[in-house]
């Protein structure tokens, strides 16, 4: 019995451009698959053939156990879809959209008022009810756009990029929303640049490259492929390298690298933060000085270089060598998204 999304070889090409390479996928119902890929990975399209927006070349798909192909009226009756560019009508207020959407899906109209304050409430959008969505913060537009899609609460829901663009902070706000919704038991297909957010909302993840999954499993599976977390160390002094390796050894869960010029050293860890702390408290008891030290969690880009042995944003480049600077991108929006 196929999940409530099911997709079995979807091909899609535009011109030469093979967007999708034969995608396979297999939601269970009540469940969260992110779909984890670097831009241009397929992610869209994959999303759009999945809601009846674009036909695929090839394979088959079924949504809520309805054939997307033979049936996409029905399909579009059973799925709710949030994109990355919201179909908010700027000018009415955030309390008219929703309205708006209840009286597209036919709802009567005290049906459709009482539905909005509901998910004003839910999206805490209450105080900004009556304002014009044009005023309403990056943050504030996607938690709408979210509610847009809930009007009419479908079993299965699917978020193209809910948080790419958003600060930290509305970033966790809207995870919170969108952990609320899966835990009353919908299905959801997310898809995202970020391994952090995929580790925090979705059952199980599947990376995307090229048109084709590449690989799947749950967040900790995927974070052990690439070796996990790690503390990175720049001592000060080039004499307290030596030191400094045998504090991390003791702490360590594996070898420690070192970078002789850079006098950076790098061990993979288990215990985040806590353990962080410690490291800190051992070097300073040791008098050892040290410029920077960060705790490194995996990101896409790590997944990918390990899965693929390219990095996650090759494609995107201009020339594919400037390896320094997309490592640091990788660590920026590693932080970001762990704040
Ligand atoms: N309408 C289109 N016309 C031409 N090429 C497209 C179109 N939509 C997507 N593509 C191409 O298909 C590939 C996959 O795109 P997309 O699914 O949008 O990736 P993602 O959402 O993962 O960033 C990219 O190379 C993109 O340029
Ligand atoms: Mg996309």
Redesign the pocket.
């Given at each position: 019995m196929p999940g409530a999304i099911y997709a079995e070889g979807l091909v899609k090409t535009?011109?030469d451009?093979r967007?999708l390479d034969g995608v396979d996928l297999d939601v269970p119902e009540g469940t969260v698959l992110g779909l984890l890929?670097?831009?241009?990975?397929?992610?869209?399209?994959?999303v759009r053939c999945l809601t009846t927006l674009l036909r695929p070349d090839s394979g088959k798909a079924v949504v809520a156990g309805i054939d997307v192909l033979k049936q996409p009226n029905e399909v579009r009756r059973s799925i709710g879809l949030s994109g990355q560019f919201a179909a908010v009508d700027e000018y009415l207020t955030g309390r008219e959209n929703l309205h708006m959407v209840g009286q597209l899906y036919q709802m009567r109209s005290k049906q459709a008022k009482v539905r909005a304050v509901e998910l004003l409430e839910q999206f805490h959008l209450t105080d900004a009810a009556d304002r014009p969505a044009k005023t309403y913060s990056g943050g504030m537009r996607r938690r709408l756009d979210l509610a847009a899609a809930l009007v009419v609460s479908p079993p299965v829901m699917f978020m193209?990029e809910p948080t790419t663009g958003l600060d930290p902070r509305n970033r966790q706000q809207l995870w919170e929303v969108i952990k609320d919704l899966v835990s009353g038991g919908t299905t959801l297909l997310l898809?995202t640049q970020y391994l952090e957010e995929a580790d925090h909302l979705a059952h199980e993840i599947a990376v995307?490259d090229q048109?084709r999954v590449i690989a799947r499993g749950t967040a900790d599976q995927l974070k052990a492929r690439t070796g996990g977390e790690r503390v990175e160390v720049v001592v000060h002094e080039r004499e307290h390298i030596e030191t400094a390796s045998e504090v991390l050894r003791g702490f360590g869960k594996g070898d420690t690298t070192v970078e002789q010029h850079t006098r950076k050293l790098t061990v993979p860890v288990t215990g985040g933060a806590k353990l962080l702390a410690e490291v800190i408290r051992e070097l300073d008891t040791r008098g050892i000085e040290i410029d920077d030290i960060g705790l490194r969690r995996p990101t896409l880009d790590d997944v990918f270089l390990s899965l693929t042995g390219h990095h996650a944003e090759a494609d995107d480049q201009e020339n594919g060598t400037d390896e320094d600077a997309k490592g640091r991108k990788g660590k920026k929006d590693d932080k970001e998204a762990a704040k």
């Open positions: 535009f011109g451009v967007a890929g670097p831009n241009g990975a397929g992610k869209t399209t994959t193209d898809t995307v048109g």
